[in-house]
C-alpha cells in the first residue's frame, strides 16, 4: 500500500525553524518527485518546493526561496523541508506529495498524504 506520512510540524514563534519529514511506505521514493505543498485556511492549496528524482534538482516558490530548504535521504526513504525565518503567514497545513513523472509545483501529483499543522505565532 502506497502511504506517505508527514510529521516534525507544531508551533512556533516568528523567526523560528522547524523541520517536516515525508516519510513514504510501499514505494521507493528514490524514484519519485517529490514536492511540499501547503494550505492555510480559507486559501487554496499552493506548491512550496519540488525536489527531482533524477539528478536531486530542486525548485522554490519564491515566498520562501531562501529560507526553506527541501533535501532527501534515500537510505530513509524520507524527503525534509527545514523551514527556517518562519514567519505568520507560513502557518498552514503542509503536504508533502509523489509523482513517477511530474516535476513542479503543479498539484497534479499521484500520491499525497496526510498533511501536519504547522502554526507560526507569537
Known amino acids: 500500500q502506497v502511504q506517505l506520512v508527514e510529521s516534525g510540524g507544531g508551533l512556533v514563534q516568528p523567526g523560528g525553524s522547524l523541520r517536516l519529514s515525508c516519510v513514504a511506505s510501499?514505494?521507493?521514493?528514490?524514484?519519485?518527485?517529490i514536492g511540499w505543498f501547503r494550505q492555510a485556511p480559507g486559501k487554496e492549496r499552493e506548491g512550496v518546493s519540488c525536489?527531482?528524482?533524477?539528478?536531486?534538482?530542486?525548485y522554490y516558490a519564491d515566498s520562501v526561496k531562501g529560507r526553506f530548504t527541501i533535501s532527501r535521504d534515500n537510505a530513509k526513504n524520507t524527503v525534509y523541508l527545514q523551514m527556517n525565518s518562519l514567519k505568520p503567514e507560513d502557518t498552514a497545513v503542509y503536504y508533502c506529495a509523489a509523482d513517477r513523472v511530474y516535476y513542479g509545483l503543479g498539484l497534479g501529483y499521484d500520491y499525497w498524504g496526510q498533511g501536519t499543522q504547522v502554526t507560526v505565532a507569537s
Open positions: 510501499g514505494f521507493t521514493l528514490y524514484y519519485y518527485t
Open positions: 525536489i527531482s528524482s533524477s539528478d536531486g534538482s530542486t
